[in-house]
């Protein structure tokens, strides 16, 4: 481990370091300078950068954090709009690798809310003294591997530029929002707010107008906070969504308690994937919940019986109520059925609830919505649906939006729009592999990775939670551990292998795709439109990104790769000097 401090010869430079709080004696590395390689760059400090950058401390690594946030928090720091909350419950959606952390963080509620989620991330940042190793305020817009040196080249867009053996993108899966492409959307001209890019210091919708367009997940838990302040608040729905009351509640210091006495038996469940990690903590006996059963073998009764359990639970967990909804089409409809009855035996008007139901994609395969007061919310004077699909968006205007039909005008706009989902942020970025190669030429028809981990020609670079790995369609914190943890055996391979570079091998790659694309076939998840798919990107390749085997299975093949000599990946050790 390399460490270098200020000598009176040092070069002149204005500003060490960014970080005026942190002492010189308490920063490894007091200065980034381009000559002296990091062992390890890490991009993004969210749970997967933090994560990666504990471990890797904690192995004697010296690494540098780049973030383009000015604090940690990646996804809980962006998303701060009202509702925002998690949909994997708050005892599951949280780190597992310090019993004490687990044991001295005391969650209040049942779904942790995003300012108690960044609270917690913020809390594990100081309490690990992560801080001083990441570099705020700066967006990585290049990294280019040498070939030569055997080491990526980071840069930055405040112009800093680093250099590493080993880079390993914690950049998000949804990182990057989208834009919607409604004619005019820059004519209008009063505030709009995009929800994954919302002001830290909050909006008060107060005796507003206000239009909101989108009714995914995140307008779904925007919808019922911004309804309670606004004048008048118009939903405009392209897509109706299925979603499930989260029945959130304040978490009972007696159940959480109990609960983290077996915290290992817990944490090791949703490892193996024996529980979901989204709402089975309070399922008793707990966790796991009764046990689904096929569609075919419930006569009505049974079958009301069951999907009423679940729907009382609440989240997530409803997709896995009946054993094949996301496998067989007439098991899908009717637990579709179930919750369009249920959202007719919320919302009033028959109209309106009609236009709430979704029809065009099989529950689950969009990713399954969390809410509070969702459907109730429409019950309100005070807000309208505007169904799309009847009068679609013309063009915004400098007042709001015209539809086929109307014209709206807001005091505010707020565009519940999406990402550019698991791709979007490692394709914003220059990212170039042996021969000068283009990720984005790379993946030209889809992103392609050896266990969601490498991409072939790009030695040396990990995405953390990349397309290929359960990733979005698991508890995050769960594979994001798996990931970091995985990535480090690989290195410590290289090391015991005294080699300097890893890659994955092309034919393991492409087989792995292909393996990742017959799971996700043998389901209905691609009958969707969803951003898994990339359907919501214009232009964006349709190819099913995450392994849909669940993380337990992912777990086993990890597992058995490392066993069997990483197989697929390939070392190589240092070439001759001239070579
Ligand atoms: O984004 P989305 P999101 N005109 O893509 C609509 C996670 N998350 O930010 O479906 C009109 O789901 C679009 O319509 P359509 C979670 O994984 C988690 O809500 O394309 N409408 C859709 O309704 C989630 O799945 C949590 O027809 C347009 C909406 O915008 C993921 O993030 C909370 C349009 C986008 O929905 C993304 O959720 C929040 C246009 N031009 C998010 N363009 C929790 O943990 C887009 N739309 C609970």
Not at 150 to 160: C, K
């Amino acid at each position: 481990m390399q460490s270098q401090s200020p000598t009176a010869d040092a070069p002149d430079f204005e500003v060490p370091f960014d970080d005026p709080e942190v002492p010189f004696d308490d920063c490894e590395v007091p200065f980034d300078d381009p000559e002296v390689p990091f062992d390890v760059i890490v991009v993004g400090a969210g749970f997967a950068g933090l994560y990666a950058l504990h471990r890797l401390r904690e192995s004697g690594h010296r690494v540098r954090v780049y973030e383009a946030g000015d604090s940690v928090g990646g996804t809980w720091y962006w998303n701060r709009y009202p509702g925002a909350r998690c949909d994997a419950e708050s005892l599951a959606y949280s780190f597992s690798f310090s019993p004490e952390l687990e044991q001295e963080w005391e969650w209040t509620e049942r779904y942790a809310g995003q300012p108690e989620i960044l609270r917690y991330i913020e809390h594990v940042t100081d309490r690990f003294e992560l801080r001083q190793h990441i570099r705020f305020n700066r967006k990585v817009t290049s990294a280019h591997w040498d070939e030569h040196a055997r080491e990526w080249r980071l840069t930055t867009d405040a112009g800093d530029t680093a250099r590493a053996p080993v880079c390993i993108m914690a950049t998000g899966c949804l990182s990057v929002p989208k834009v919607p492409d409604i004619p005019g959307i820059g004519d209008y001209e009063g505030p709009k707010y995009l929800t994954g890019r919302w002001p830290h210091e909050g909006v008060d919708f107060s005796g507003l107008r206000v239009g909101i367009v989108g009714t995914g997940s995140s307008a779904i838990q925007a919808i019922p906070v911004i309804a309670e302040q606004a004048e008048h608040l118009t939903v405009f729905q392209r897509t109706p969504n299925f979603s499930i009351p989260a029945h959130n509640r304040p978490l009972d210091p007696d159940f959480a308690r109990a609960y983290k006495e077996h915290y290992r038996e817990h944490r090791r469940l949703y490892q193996l994937g024996l529980s979901s990690g989204f709402g089975d903590t309070q399922i008793q006996p707990s966790p796991g919940g009764p046990a689904a059963e096929q569609v075919m073998a419930l006569d009505d009764a049974d079958f009301e019986r069951i999907c009423d359990d679940y729907w009382a639970t609440g989240g997530a967990r409803f997709t896995g109520a009946i054993a094949d909804t996301l496998i067989n089409e007439a098991a899908n409809a009717r637990v579709s059925a179930y919750v369009h009855k249920k959202i007719r035996s919320i919302v009033r008007d028959p109209k309106t609830a009609d236009a709430l139901c979704p029809h065009s994609h099989p529950l689950g395969t969009k990713r399954i919505c969390v809410d509070t007061n969702y459907f109730e919310t429409y019950n309100r004077a005070n807000v309208s649906l505007v169904d799309l699909q009847e009068t679609p968006i013309e063009t915004a205007n400098p007042t709001g939006l015209r539809t086929t039909a109307d014209s709206y005008a807001f005091d505010a706009l707020v565009l519940a729009t999406g990402f550019d989902a698991m791709t979007g942020a490692l394709l914003g970025m220059d990212i170039r592999g042996e021969g000068d190669v283009a990720l984005a030429d790379a993946w030209a028809e889809g992103p392609r990775a050896y266990l969601g981990l490498m991409v072939s020609g790009f030695p040396n670079l990990f995405t953390v939670t990349g397309p290929g790995s359960p990733s979005v369609l698991s508890n995050m914190l769960v594979s994001i551990e798996q990931h970091i943890e995985f990535i480090l055996d690989v290195m410590a391979a290289m090391a015991e292998r005294d080699a300097t570079q890893v890659d994955a091998e092309a034919e393991a790659q492409e087989a792995w795709v292909a393996h990742v694309r017959e799971v996700a076939d043998a389901t209905l998840m691609p009958k969707a439109g969803s951003w898994y798919m990339g359907a919501n990107v214009p232009g964006k390749p349709r190819v099913f990104m995450p392994y849909a085997a669940g993380v337990g299975v992912y777990r086993e093949v990890c597992e058995d790769v490392a066993a069997n000599g990483f197989r697929g990946f390939r070392f190589d050790a240092p070439t001759p000097a001239g070579n």
